[in-house]
């Protein structure tokens, strides 16, 4: 051996050298990095005095917190991703829809956007924003298939209207009061001279958030509780191209109601440029989203595997809230 | 075989450099389904997944002192009679909506009151006696005094307040005749003290005694006028009132929790949850160090003398 390093010292030095810079290197390298622990075979999460949490307790801890919303979450995914594609337009939409997104965040906080943008995303539990927005196309897809296949059920009609406001709304009657007949006559006389709905609208409907648009609502259903209950009776009861007489409502004065649409057909016809059942849903309906995910779970089939827990928790926040609107 | 030995050695230094990577805790049973529709399966991992990545840090942290107020803090007659006068509260309140949420949860009233509202008194109790084992301290840092403050924007009723008030009137009397909006009570001021105008606060807490009495003092952009009166300089002569202040106060609300997971040795052993962590509240990584230290060794490398 001394012979050896005697004749060999050089290259012996070499290799310490080397020895020496790989072990400092590998420390380096390794020094910063988290450590991990494990007890009982499992892998520790946190440790507070003497107690390890592991994961599986971790698992029941975060379960308790949030589980449940993220197992009904986890079940509408898998219920969009079993019954609808994924297609090359919900792709573009979703990466336009990022950017904006991304857009917005950057003008909001600068260069610090991506740390806000991540924080925002996990709260939701998706790490992905353009995975995110091509899951909700496909929900609100699932969910306009389940209005055009119960249309006649859900009664959904295409609703424009004219409203003449009362004179004095605090002493309001059924009875017009002279100043509301004229107003209303004058509506009859546009209609008499053959003026169209949305003309006569435009001219005349007091309630400016419609008037300038020819009076259109836009897309409503049985279950838009949120209109006044005298105007959402008469709009569900038209035919398609009818006008209804002067409506009464006690809150907001005489409504003369045009349906556009109560067919499918027309209802697309008339909406070529936006998704008439998506408009219903963002606008006037939002009790069909369980609904039609759980029509569309039993169509494609669910197993439980077994688990009675998440069995119960899936069927109680669906299915009886689908018994709720029958 | 000299070849075989550059080869095996090369490998093992290979491994050993980059086989280390941070923790990451795994579920012993993530492929376990919980279930299936059609062919997309949801397993206990992409539960636990989801979990982490959105509540780690919150879950973490609230379990974590309740871990640590179950040890320290005793579960007495006061607190059982608080959380069930909360529990009252919300049943009233809230009604049948209330108890179907706790039966989403799988809970009872009872559960609820043992479980959830009992520890989160604990916790909050935590700060407490945090402050009162470091109160000489936590005194000294933020001065609180007991006093009297009655603002007013115009001086003619603030000149006219002081007269009354000078003459034993009641100061709430005087500050509602006087078109003031402040109570009139004594209440405890600190150096936190933010509703107050810094050169009043200054001027509260530097030097001012009972034996001053009533005392206008000016805001510091003479937009306002305070009159003031010191009740009391000693803390201790006012423990309570002090405890209950310091402890909402923010940096002691930090400082105590810093105090309790220290003493309790927290530690996170998985990279997912220590990032969340950090990113919310990286001064609760113990294991980090002290956020002093490294403000400490900032200034350090700032103040180096040059040569």
């Known amino acids: ?326 | 075989m000299k070849k075989t030995n550059a080869i095996m050695t090369s490998a093992v230094l290979l491994c050993l450099l980059t086989g280390c990577k941070d923790a990451s805790a795994d579920l012993n049973d993530k492929d376990t389904v919980l279930f299936k529709v059609g062919e997309t399966t949801v397993t206990k991992g992409t539960v636990y997944d989801m979990l982490m990545n959105s509540a780690a840090s919150d879950t973490i942290m609230n379990s974590v002192q309740k871990k640590i107020a179950a040890k320290e803090i005793e579960i007495t007659d006061d607190i059982k009679k608080d959380a069930q006068e909360t529990l009252d509260m919300y049943v009233e309140y809230y009604g049948d909506s209330f108890t179907s949420y706790l039966e989403q949860l799988g809970m009872t009233t009872e559960d609820y009151l043992n479980e959830s509202l009992i520890p989160s008194i604990q916790v909050e109790q935590l700060s407490e006696k945090y402050v009162n084992e470091n109160f000489a301290s936590l005194a000294e840092t933020y001065k609180p005094v007991k006093a009297i403050l009655i603002d007013f924007t115009e001086q003619a009723d603030a000149d006219a307040a002081l007269e009354e008030l000078k003459n034993g009137s009641d100061p709430a009397d005087v500050a509602s005749t006087h078109n003031s909006s402040s109570s009139g009570t004594a209440m405890v001021y600190t150096t936190e003290s933010s509703s107050v105008d810094s050169l009043v606060r200054t001027t509260m807490l530097n030097g001012m005694t009972a034996d001053d009495g009533w005392t206008m003092i000016p805001a510091s952009d003479g937009s306002s006028f305070s009159i003031v009166k010191i009740e009391e300089t000693d803390p201790e002569k006012f423990h309570d009132d002090a405890v209950s202040t310091l402890r909402t106060l923010a940096d002691v609300s930090t400082a105590s929790t810093r105090y309790w997971l220290e003493k309790y040795s927290f530690h996170v052993y998985d990279i997912t949850a220590y990032n969340a962590i950090k990113n919310e509240h990286p001064e609760y990584l113990i294991q980090d160090g002290s956020p002093e230290t490294e403000e400490t060794e900032e200034t350090a490398e700032t103040t180096e003398p040059t040569e």
């Open chain 1, 1 to 326: 051996m001394g012979t050896f390093l005697k004749k060999n010292w050089f290259i012996a030095l070499v290799i310490c050298i080397f020895t020496f810079i790989s072990i400092y290197v590998i420390y380096d390298t390794n020094k910063g990095k988290l450590k991990g622990k494990t007890e009982g075979g499992e892998d520790v999460i946190y440790s507070v005095g003497d107690e390890n949490v592991t994961s599986s307790q971790f698992y029941d801890e975060l379960f308790e917190s949030g589980g449940s919303d993220t197992v009904l979450t986890l079940f509408q995914k898998a219920v969009a991703d079993a019954s609808v594609e994924t297609t090359d337009e919900m792709k573009e939409i979703a990466s336009q829809q990022a950017e904006s997104i991304i857009s917005s965040y950057r003008s909001n906080y600068g260069s610090d956007y991506e740390k806000h943008l991540n924080a925002d995303l996990a709260s939701i539990g998706s790490p992905d924003l353009e995975s995110y927005l091509i899951t909700s196309q496909k929900i609100s897809s699932l969910i306009g298939d389940y209005a055009k296949a119960h249309f006649d059920e859900l009664k959904i009609r295409q609703i424009s209207y004219i409203l003449i406001q009362f004179e004095d709304p605090a002493n309001a009657s059924e009875t017009p009061t002279a100043d509301e007949q004229a107003r209303m006559d004058a509506v009859d006389a546009a209609f008499a001279e053959g003026k169209e709905f949305a003309e006569v609208a435009a001219q005349f409907s007091e309630d400016s958030s419609t008037a300038s648009n020819g009076g259109v609502l836009g897309v409503i259903d049985a279950n838009t509780t949120s209109l006044d209950n005298a105007f959402l009776t008469k709009s569900l009861e038209l035919a398609e191209g009818e006008i209804s007489d002067w409506v009464y409502s006690s809150s907001f004065g005489y409504f003369r109601i045009m349906c556009t649409a109560a067919t499918p057909e027309t209802l697309e016809a008339n909406n070529t440029d936006t998704d008439p059942y998506t408009s219903l849903i963002n606008s006037y309906d939002n009790t069909l989203g369980n609904k039609a995910v759980w029509e569309k779970a039993q169509e494609i089939g669910i197993d439980y595997n077994g688990n009675e827990e998440i069995e119960k928790l899936i069927t109680s926040a669906f299915a009886e809230k689908e018994t709720e609107g029958e």
